[in-house]
């Protein structure tokens, strides 16, 4: 990881809109609490969760980026699809964090009904937008902290 590097990047699926749109605004609030600058922050948007991790690993190979936050909703329908569609995007975004070095958030819902869904964007299940933003956040300082030597010192 490069301790220079100090933009993010947000991968965030169009699919379930309503809902990604929530998880997005959730995690700008956070960093910009945080006191990241707009300017430092990319949101890519795309079709579904499927397409994250291929995009979060576009984005880490310009090596601009001290994490990816990848947002998403996949919600349970009346087949199997989101087995499937949860598969995929958990194990690849996994892949590309540990591929590219760098903290990818899993900030994906996966949900067994909208309800489930509007509950973690700010209702009685917190807001998990809000907590991918700060876990990045959080991953990025312990992984420079590792690479200066400065961890528990
Ligand atoms: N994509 C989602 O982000 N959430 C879903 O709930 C979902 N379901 O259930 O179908 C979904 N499907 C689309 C998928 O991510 C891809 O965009 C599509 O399969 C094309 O690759």
Redesign the pocket.
């Known amino acids: 990881m490069n301790l220079h590097l100090n933009k993010i990047g947000i991968v965030v699926?169009?699919?379930?809109s309503e809902i990604?749109d929530r998880l997005l605004q959730g995690a700008l609030d956070e960093l910009k609490l945080a006191g990241i600058d707009i300017k430092q922050i990319t949101v890519v948007k795309?079709?579904?969760?499927?397409?994250?991790p291929l995009t979060a690993k576009f984005l880490a190979k310009t090596k601009q980026y001290a994490g990816i936050i990848c947002l998403?909703?996949?919600?349970?329908?009346d087949t199997d699809?989101?087995i499937y569609?949860n598969e995929?995007?958990s194990l690849g975004c996994q892949q590309v964090m540990l591929e590219c070095d760098l903290p990818v958030i899993f900030g994906?819902l996966t949900t067994h009904n909208e309800e489930q869904a509007w509950q973690r964007v700010g209702g009685s299940h917190g807001h998990k937008g809000r907590d991918a933003a700060a876990t990045a956040l959080e991953m990025i300082e312990i992984l420079r902290a590792i690479e200066n030597g400065t961890i528990n010192s």
């Open positions: 699926g169009r699919f379930n990604t795309v079709p579904g969760a499927v397409e994250i998403g909703a996949v919600i349970q329908g699809h989101h569609v995929q995007v994906i």
